[in-house]
């Protein structure tokens, strides 16, 4: 080498590789287990981690452990972003010895200051934090490599080395590669032979290690101790194969020079392929781990009972078997809803989830189906639990085609029945998935199947016993519009098409949608796209489009209601999506295909053929021919109204009877219904007019498995109301003289009037939006037994301003972003210090839509307040350790647009409440008031003009907030006397 590349490579390589030996130094902090963990991609490369990280890693905003933050140290010290240096090496030369931060939970100063002797020098003071508060696992201890580990190495003959050549090219040159692997390799993670994996052995035994490297703690302890040295080498496997005992001296150099007895002609180590090496296998060892592929493995079928049973046809115990879900699933919507009209029939259910995440927490499971698709009286729980195969029922459910043979697994059921949503081998192209889901139908289960054609395909191709249903569009969300509504569209507007754009589900063919869309452009016509149902985008398209994402059922409703018409595909079973379009008054254009022609009659959807000159063909003619739109809205309406989902599951429940009795088991006699209510409803009033009225039918057409009865206190009504009610069989009239009222006081004798376990309130002006309201707070109430009482969602009336819609929604949305149930010990160190941003959350409580618990009324009944008593029964709840539960849809129709006089006093009101009662302050003086007001102006202005509000609103709108803080502010102690007494609590 002559002396001008030397001192090239001496220049560039030495500060190159100084760095690399610097990161070695700190494995707390360079961690590369970690980071291969992390950065599969790294792994799969089998790229060096560490090296890897200087050169790139850092660059990308890869972390080199859990404990060093690449990003916050370049946010935080822009100095060191500019010069483009490795963070983590300006840490360990400069950074930690000037106090900077390596992460967000450190602070080096502090640290700094309170430990002013630091005892090891070696280690950073983070590092020293970290090991002394035991947050770096002791596989971190620095690799010390000890005198003659050459000559341990050598005589073990574990380096190949023409292998250790071919596999590092560095090394190519290296007179001596075994000095090479002992100076630098170890440090570096390099194997010395296809055998050996440093990092994998690492990891398997890294509390063993105590800072001896792999190599040598296998040498030493390892392999007579059965370690394995990689993935690829099994010990105990190779004792099998060809007899060896830790007898025979280490097995490794052996294998590499005998191979394997019964395959001589395989060679253990090819030093022109370094990749190549004989994998001796696991006997442990699982294919396709994680896969729903091992499921006929993992899940024998159980051995059919011989002896029959006995069942009691409305009292079912019943399992599903479903996968895991996240938001927006039109299956899982579908199981749910059965699961729920299920449960309202009185059946027992247990819902078991496969294939859920490890990370996600079960008890999340059952908020997830509340928040994002139906409340529902069922346990949730995982397969993977203990007593999964042991439980007892009448029928287990499975709903795809993966869970078909965990559920012929269990053990102690009557019969296996599969609901089938979709023919799912059309989901997977033809291979593995495709043939094992066809293989299910072929499984001894009964089929309930979600349509006709579903229903013939599986009897006649595979000679199923079936029953199908029908979906169904949930009327009290999808239904058409009106003038009243506001969604109907403007004669001069552009058309609009609603189209279900979840490009990732190909059943759904979108592709064949946005291309007949781009035919209809080319043709000249100018049309708006509202694109929904998936949260990918949809990069360009010649036409103008808005991109909704998930939309929530009621936003749903909305936007079919605005479209002109609706384009959505299925080229399997059809879908629950074109039914809900058709609720809500929009036509349809729909695939022609097999399924959809045996589903929908002549003139219910306008189908074509799957090219996009025929969907344009098919889009043209209905957008652009208000008759033909009509026609087909009207037939398609009459079509669906005939479906219900009570329907649906009349089907699935005589079906299973049926099934039962067929297969020999015995109907025993219907289970006595209970006697007494579960649920007392109690509706303060007074002069509630028509609207009282309302309220009052809605709640009678509640549907609720168990009794329950109606309650109406009035205290002086002269509209002529209380007549009619007096007259009403159905509900219970308790008069009271007006002066007798009190919010805490009337409610505590409506309690005392009734006899359900549980006690729900509504005002006379909170309408129950649909027939589900009573169960959805029973139900809350019935999975969390420390509960003591529940409080539902509300919506705006219709009419009300956009504004008074907004703030409704944004205050019911924060507790759909918290645990549903949540108490003091929730976050009880919040609790205990007072956070009063916290303590607002947990003392929020509304009685225009509440149930409580009469078991913990008994011993916490309301205060007698004129004002506030749901805010301070929810309070004394929460201090005595009980949950408040929030029901996301027990959803009543609630809202004010009181004027601005009206407004004033009602804060006032509040304000002098929450000072009262909570001591909060709503507005502390008039400079305050001012700064508040001209905030909340700008936040209005702006929200208000870009969501098409007038400037004439958004002005009265001011007013409004105007009147709302002088509330406040005449209401709080200052207006009281109480000024200075407040001013002293605030600053002790």
């Known amino acids: ?176 590669p075994l000095r090479h692997y002992v100076d630098w390799g170890i440090r570096e993670g390099r194997s010395p032979n296809p055998y050996f994996d440093p990092s994998w052995y690492t990891k398997e035994h890294r509390y063993a290690l105590r800072g001896l490297p792999p190599i040598l703690h296998y040498l030493r302890h390892g392999w007579q101790n059965g370690c394995d040295p990689s993935a690829a080498f099994s010990l105990t496997h190779y004792g099998d194969l060809t007899g060896w005992t830790p007898r025979d001296g280490e097995p490794i150099a052996r294998f590499m020079k005998e191979g394997l007895p019964q395959a001589p002609a395989l060679r253990p180590v090819d030093p022109a392929k370094p990749g190549h090496r004989i994998n001796l296998g696991r006997r442990d060892a699982h294919c396709c781990k994680g896969s729903f592929l ?8 159980a051995e059919t009972a011989d002896a029959h049973g006995s069942f009691i046809p409305n009292r079912l115990v019943l399992h599903w078997v479903i996968p895991d879900f996240g938001t927006g699933g039109g299956g899982h919507m579908t199981i749910f809803r059965m699961v729920r009209v299920l449960g309202l029939r009185g059946h027992r259910q247990t819902v078991w989830i496969h294939n859920r995440d490890p990370k996600e927490p079960l008890d999340g499971a059952y908020d997830d189906v509340v928040r994002h698709y139906q409340t529902i009286d069922a346990d949730i729980r995982l397969i993977d639990e203990e007593g999964f195969v042991d439980a007892q029922g009448d029928v287990v459910i499975a ?41 299910t139908y072929r499984s001894d289960v009964d089929c309930l199947c979600a349509s006709p054609w579903l229903s013939q395909t599986l009897e006649e191709n595979f000679g199923r016993w079936t029953r199908h249903f029908h979906l169904a569009a949930d009327r009290d969300v999808y239904y058409p519009a009106t003038p009243r509504s506001g969604t109907t569209a403007h004669a001069d507007a552009l058309p609009r098409i609603a189209l279900y754009a979840r490009r990732f589900t190909a059943r759904r063919a979108v592709d064949l949608g946005l291309l007949a869309l781009e035919v209809v452009a080319q043709r000249g016509h100018e049309f708006i796209v509202d694109f929904f149902g998936s949260e990918e985008p949809i990069e360009t398209a010649p036409f103008p489009f808005v991109q909704h994402g998930t939309l929530p059922p009621q936003e749903l409703s909305q936007l079919y209601r605005s479209a002109t018409i609706g384009v959505v595909f299925s080229a399997t079973n059809y879908s629950l999506v074109p039914q809900e379009m058709m609720a809500c008054g929009l036509p349809v254009v729909e695939l022609d295909v097999e399924s959809t022609k045996a589903i929908y009659p002549e003139g219910v959807v306008s189908r074509a053929g799957a090219n996009p000159d025929a969907l344009a063909d098919a889009i043209e003619a209905l957008l652009f021919d208000a008759a033909r739109r009509a026609t087909q809205s009207r037939k398609a309406l009459n079509w669906v109204s005939q479906f219900s989902w009570e329907g649906a599951a009349d089907v699935i429940e005589k079906g299973i009877v049926e099934r039962l009795q067929d297969l020999g088991h015995a109907r025993l006699a219907p289970a006595v219904p209970r006697a007494t209510p579960k649920a007392s409803v109690v509706i303060p009033t007074l002069n509630g007019g028509p609207l009282l009225l309302d309220v009052i039918e809605r709640v009678k057409a509640q549907k609720l498995h168990e009794p329950f009865e109606i309650l109406v206190i009035d205290s002086g009504s002269s509209d002529g109301t209380m007549e009619r009610i007096e007259a009403d069989e159905a509900v219970m009239l308790h008069r009271i003289d007006k002066s007798e009222f009190g919010h805490g006081r009337t409610r505590n004798l409506g309690v005392e009037l009734t006899s359900g376990d549980y006690i729900a309130f509504l005002t006379q002006d909170a309408l129950p939006t649909n027939e589900g309201w009573l169960a959805n707070l029973v139900m809350m109430l019935d999975h969390y037994p420390d509960a003591a009482g529940a409080f539902g969602h509300h919506l705006a009336w219709e009419a009300a301003s956009a504004f008074t819609k907004r703030d409704i929604d944004l205050h019911f949305r924060q507790f759909l972003e918290m645990p549903l149930a949540v108490s003091r010990d929730l976050d009880p160190a919040r609790y205990e210090a007072g956070d009063i941003q916290w303590r607002q959350q947990l003392h929020y409580y509304s009685d225009n839509n509440s149930c409580l618990r009469r078991s913990v009324w008994e011993k916490i009944p309301y205060r007698d307040v004129p004002f506030g008593e749901d805010q301070l029964y929810a309070e004394d709840i929460i201090a005595a350790g009980y949950q408040k539960v929030f029901a996301p849809n027990a959803v009543v129709y609630h809202s004010h647009d009181y004027d601005e006089a009206e407004t004033e006093e009602r804060s006032m009101i509040e304000a002098r409440f929450f000072y009262e009662h909570f001591g909060y302050v709503l507005m502390e003086d008039a400079a305050t ?24 609103e958004i002005a009265y709108r ?21 000024l200075e007494r407040w001013r002293r609590k605030k600053v002790a």
């Open 1 to 176: 080498m002559n002396a001008t590349l030397k001192r090239t490579l001496k220049r560039y390589l030495l500060p190159f590789t100084g760095s690399m030996r610097l990161l070695r130094a700190h494995p707390i902090l360079m961690n590369g287990q970690w980071y291969l963990e992390n950065n599969p991609d790294v792994a799969r490369a089998e790229i060096d981690p560490i090296e890897h990280f200087h050169r790139v890693g850092w660059k990308e905003g890869r972390n080199p452990s859990e404990h060093f933050d690449v990003t916050f140290y370049l946010t935080a010290y822009p100095d060191i972003r500019a010069a483009e240096i490795n963070p983590l090496i300006h840490y360990l030369q400069v950074g930690c010895t000037e106090g900077r931060n390596p992460s967000p939970s450190f602070d080096a100063a502090a640290y700094l200051r309170d430990h002013p002797d630091l005892s090891q020098k070696k280690l950073t003071a983070y590092e020293q934090f970290l090991l002394a508060t035991g947050r770096a696992d002791i596989e971190h201890e620095p690799m010390t490599i000890p005198r003659g580990a050459y000559d341990e190495i050598s005589a073990s003959g574990l380096l190949h080395e023409t292998w250790y050549r071919g596999k590092y090219p560095d090394v190519v040159a290296v007179p001596d």
């Open 294 to 301: 091992r499921y006929p493995l993992d899940h024998r079928p």
């Open 399 to 439: 709903t795809d085609w993966a869970s078909v043979w965990p559920a012929r697994s269990m053990q102690h059921v009557k019969r296996c029945f599969y609901f089938v949503q979709d023919y799912e081998p059309f989901f997977f192209a033809r291979g593995a998935e495709a043939l094992l889901a066809e293989t």
């Open 929 to 952: 008031l001012e700064k508040t007001l001209a905030a909340l102006n700008a936040a209005d202005s702006a929200w208000g003009r870009t969501h098409g509000i007038d400037d004439e």
């Open 958 to 978: 001011h007013k409004l907030n105007k009147a709302r803080l002088k509330g406040y502010l005449a209401g709080g102690p200052q207006a009281q006397g109480h």
